[in-house]
C-alpha cells in the first residue's frame, strides 16, 4: 500500500474511534500557528508566533519575509503545539495544513511541512481552506452551535455573507464589490499614521472619538446583500489631506470612530436586511460572526444589539481566535477528516481558493 491508500484506511477507522486529535498547522499570511484540537471542538493547545515585528517596518506584510519566517518557525510551533497538549506525535490521529487563500510563499512553506511530516509519521493530512477555518472558530468559542446558520466573513482579504447548510457546505449570499473590511482599516489606519496592522489600532482608538464628528459617504451596491468600501476609504483619505492641508492636526481619535461607525454601519446594515428577509420567509436562522475584523468591539456591540432586536441567536469567536491561528484550522479539519476528504502528497497551495463559487 502507498501513503495515500494507508491513509484512506487510517481515516476509516477514524471514524470510529471516540477521540480524534489533529495537529493543526496555518501559514497562509503573517501568523505561524500550530494547535492540538479534539473532536472539532477542545483546544488542548494553541500557539501563535506572530511575525508582526518582522513586518512593521514596512507598513505591511512582506511575502518574501513572511515565507522565510514560517519556514524557521514551523518546526517549532508544531513542537510546541504538542508539548503545550501533552502529546507525542505519533499519539496524534491526522494533521492539517491551511492550503488557500493566501501568500503562495508562505502557504508552501506550511504546506510542504505538513507533506513532509505527514509521510514521515505516515498520518492522513487534510488540507484546509482559510476561510472555512476563520468560520470554524465559531465551533470551538461555541460547543453548541450547529449548522445551518448565517455567517458574515470579515478579515483582511474578505467580507462575505455566507449560508452554513452544513458542516463543509456554504452558499454565497453577498460579498464585497472591492476592499475587504479588515484591508479598508487598514488603509485608514495607514492615513492615521497608525502602525500596522491598522484594524485593532482603529479599534482602539475610536474608543476615545465622536463617531458623529464626521460623516462619510454611504457605500452603494447593486446586488442586494453586497458590500462596497473603496468609496469609504477614499473618501476618508481626502478628507484626512483637506484637514491637514488647512495646516490642521488630525483629530485622530474623532476621525478613527467615524470611520469605523462607517465600516459597521455598511456591515451591519446588510446583515440587517438579510435576516430581515429570512424573518419575512418565516426563517429565524442563527447568526455568526468570523475573521479578524469580528474582533472589532463597535461590531460587536452593533451584532449584540442587532440580534437582539431580531430575536436571533448570536455567534461570535473568543477574541483570540478572531485573527489567524492554526486551533480554527483544526476544527475544520475534524469535519473533512469525517467526511473523508483527506489530502494526497500532491496537495498544492492554492492562493486563490474560495470558499464558494461566486454565483454570478
Ligand atoms: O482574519 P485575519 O487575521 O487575517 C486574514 O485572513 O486576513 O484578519 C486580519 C484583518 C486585518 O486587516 C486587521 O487589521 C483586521 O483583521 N482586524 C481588525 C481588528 N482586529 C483585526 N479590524 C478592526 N478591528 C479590530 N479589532
Ligand atoms: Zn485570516
Given at each position: 500500500?502507498?501513503?495515500?491508500?494507508?491513509?484512506?484506511?487510517?481515516?476509516?477507522?477514524?471514524?470510529?474511534?471516540?477521540?480524534?486529535?489533529?495537529?493543526?498547522?496555518?501559514?497562509?499570511?503573517?501568523?505561524?500557528?500550530?494547535?492540538?484540537?479534539?473532536?472539532?471542538?477542545?483546544?488542548?493547545?494553541?500557539?501563535?508566533?506572530?511575525?508582526?515585528?518582522?513586518?512593521?517596518?514596512?507598513?505591511?506584510?512582506?511575502?518574501?519575509?513572511?515565507?522565510?519566517?514560517?519556514?524557521?518557525?514551523?518546526?517549532?510551533?508544531?513542537a510546541e503545539a504538542l508539548e503545550q497538549a501533552g502529546m507525542r506525535l505519533e499519539e496524534i490521529d491526522a494533521l492539517a495544513v491551511t492550503c488557500g487563500p493566501g501568500l503562495v510563499g508562505a502557504l508552501l512553506t506550511g504546506v510542504n511541512y505538513m507533506k513532509g511530516l505527514a509521510f514521515a509519521a505516515d498520518k492522513p493530512l487534510i488540507g484546509v481552506n482559510h476561510i472555512e477555518g476563520h468560520v470554524s472558530a465559531n465551533f470551538l468559542?461555541?460547543?453548541?452551535?450547529?449548522?445551518?446558520?448565517?455567517?458574515?466573513?470579515?478579515?483582511?482579504?474578505?467580507?462575505?455573507?455566507?449560508?452554513?447548510?452544513?458542516?463543509?457546505?456554504?452558499?454565497?449570499?453577498?460579498?464585497?464589490?472591492?476592499?475587504?473590511?479588515?484591508?479598508?482599516?487598514?488603509?485608514?489606519?495607514?492615513?492615521?499614521?497608525?502602525?500596522?496592522?491598522?484594524?485593532?489600532?482603529?479599534?482602539?482608538?475610536?474608543?476615545?472619538?465622536?463617531?458623529?464628528?464626521?460623516?462619510?459617504?454611504?457605500?452603494?451596491?447593486?446586488?442586494?446583500?453586497?458590500?462596497?468600501?473603496?468609496?469609504?476609504?477614499?473618501?476618508?483619505?481626502?478628507?484626512?489631506?483637506?484637514?491637514?492641508?488647512?495646516?490642521?492636526?488630525?483629530?485622530?481619535?474623532?476621525?478613527?470612530?467615524?470611520?469605523?461607525?462607517?465600516?459597521?454601519?455598511?456591515?451591519?446594515?446588510?446583515?440587517?436586511?438579510?435576516?430581515?428577509?429570512?424573518?419575512?420567509?418565516?426563517?429565524?436562522?442563527?447568526?455568526?460572526?468570523?475573521?479578524?475584523?469580528?474582533?472589532?468591539?463597535?461590531?460587536?456591540?452593533?451584532?449584540?444589539?442587532?440580534?437582539?432586536?431580531?430575536?436571533?441567536?448570536?455567534?461570535?469567536?473568543?477574541?483570540?481566535?478572531?485573527?489567524?491561528?492554526?486551533?480554527?484550522?483544526?476544527?475544520?479539519?475534524?469535519?473533512?477528516?469525517?467526511?473523508?476528504?483527506?489530502?494526497?502528497?500532491?496537495?498544492?497551495?492554492?492562493?486563490?481558493?474560495?470558499?464558494?463559487?461566486?454565483?454570478?
Amino acid at each position: 500500500m502507498n501513503y495515500e491508500e494507508r491513509s484512506r484506511a487510517q481515516v476509516r477507522k477514524l471514524k470510529d474511534q471516540e477521540k480524534v486529535r489533529i495537529l493543526s498547522l496555518e501559514t497562509s499570511c503573517d501568523e505561524t500557528a500550530a494547535a492540538v484540537i479534539e473532536n472539532g471542538r477542545t483546544i488542548l493547545s494553541n500557539v501563535v508566533f506572530s511575525q508582526i515585528d518582522l513586518h512593521e517596518l514596512y507598513g505591511g506584510v512582506v511575502p518574501e519575509i513572511a515565507s522565510r519566517a514560517h519556514m524557521e518557525a514551523c518546526p517549532r510551533v508544531a513542537a510546541e503545539a504538542l508539548e503545550q497538549a501533552g502529546m507525542r506525535l505519533e499519539e496524534i490521529d491526522a494533521l492539517a495544513v491551511t492550503c488557500g487563500p493566501g501568500l503562495v510563499g508562505a502557504l508552501l512553506t506550511g504546506v510542504n511541512y505538513m507533506k513532509g511530516l505527514a509521510f514521515a509519521a505516515d498520518k492522513p493530512l487534510i488540507g484546509v481552506n482559510h476561510i472555512e477555518g476563520h468560520v470554524s472558530a465559531n465551533f470551538l468559542t461555541s460547543p453548541e452551535l450547529e449548522p445551518p446558520f448565517l455567517c458574515l466573513v470579515v478579515s483582511g482579504g474578505h467580507s462575505h455573507l455566507v449560508e452554513v447548510r452544513d458542516y463543509g457546505e456554504y452558499r454565497l449570499i453577498g460579498q464585497t464589490r472591492d476592499d475587504a473590511a479588515g484591508e479598508a482599516f487598514d488603509k485608514a489606519a495607514r492615513v492615521l499614521g497608525l502602525p500596522y496592522p491598522g484594524g485593532p489600532r482603529i479599534d482602539r482608538l475610536a474608543e476615545e472619538g465622536n463617531p458623529e464628528a464626521f460623516s462619510l459617504p454611504k457605500p452603494k451596491t447593486e446586488g442586494r446583500y453586497d458590500y462596497s468600501f473603496s468609496g469609504l476609504k477614499t473618501a476618508f483619505l481626502n478628507l484626512c489631506h483637506q484637514i491637514e492641508q488647512k495646516g490642521e492636526p488630525l483629530p485622530k481619535a474623532d476621525l478613527a470612530a467615524s470611520f469605523r461607525n462607517a465600516v459597521c454601519t455598511e456591515l451591519a446594515e446588510k446583515a440587517e436586511r438579510m435576516l430581515r428577509d429570512e424573518a419575512a420567509a418565516g426563517r429565524r436562522p442563527a447568526m455568526a460572526l468570523a475573521g479578524g475584523v469580528s474582533a472589532n468591539r463597535e461590531l460587536r456591540r452593533r451584532f449584540e444589539a442587532l440580534c437582539g432586536r431580531m430575536n436571533v441567536p448570536l455567534y461570535m469567536p473568543r477574541i483570540d481566535l478572531c485573527t489567524d491561528n492554526g486551533a480554527m484550522i483544526g476544527s475544520a479539519a475534524y469535519y473533512r477528516l469525517r467526511r473523508e476528504e483527506t489530502a494526497g502528497l500532491d496537495m498544492n497551495a492554492m492562493p486563490a481558493l474560495r470558499l464558494v463559487e461566486d454565483r454570478r
